[in-house]
């Protein structure tokens, strides 16, 4: 079963960018969707982005539609989620997490989770 640790959080102005990454372990890496969740304080954990195992299909939530980007290097066993334009309001602990099937935007299909990084915009 694949594991995932994530990194590449951090404190970071309004208007900047991070790069997330999230590292799987597991020889079946390419052969899962990947998401991105978040959860901010006192909140639901939500959908941000997802992608196919071959990286051809990707899916946004409307509120970071334009602004973040998500990738995957299957030979690097690495997803990652390129942040620009960040707001205070994307700030939140963000997870990664492998899908199992059916719909990318639904949070019970997806079985295995990382720890989660954090994430704050704010000057």
């Given at each position: 079963?694949?594991?995932?640790?994530e990194s590449g959080g951090g404190?970071?102005?309004p208007?900047?960018?991070?790069?997330?990454?999230?590292?799987?372990s597991g020889r079946?890496?390419?052969?899962y969707g990947m998401g991105w969740f978040r959860q901010a304080p006192g909140k639901e954990r939500e959908f941000v982005a997802a992608i196919n195992w071959s990286g051809g299909t990707t899916l946004y939530a409307d509120s970071v539609k334009g602004r973040f980007t998500i990738s995957r290097?299957?030979?690097?066993?690495?997803?990652?989620?390129q942040m620009s334009s960040l707001k205070p309001e994307d700030t939140a602990v963000y997870y990664c997490a492998a899908h199992t099937g059916g719909s990318f935007y639904v949070r019970a299909?997806?079985?295995v989770w990382g720890q989660g990084t954090q994430v704050t915009v704010s000057s």
């Open positions: 079963q694949v594991q995932l640790v404190l970071v102005q208007g900047g960018s991070l790069r997330l990454s999230c590292a799987a079946t890496f390419s052969s290097d299957n030979a690097k066993n690495t997803v990652y989620l299909n997806y079985n």
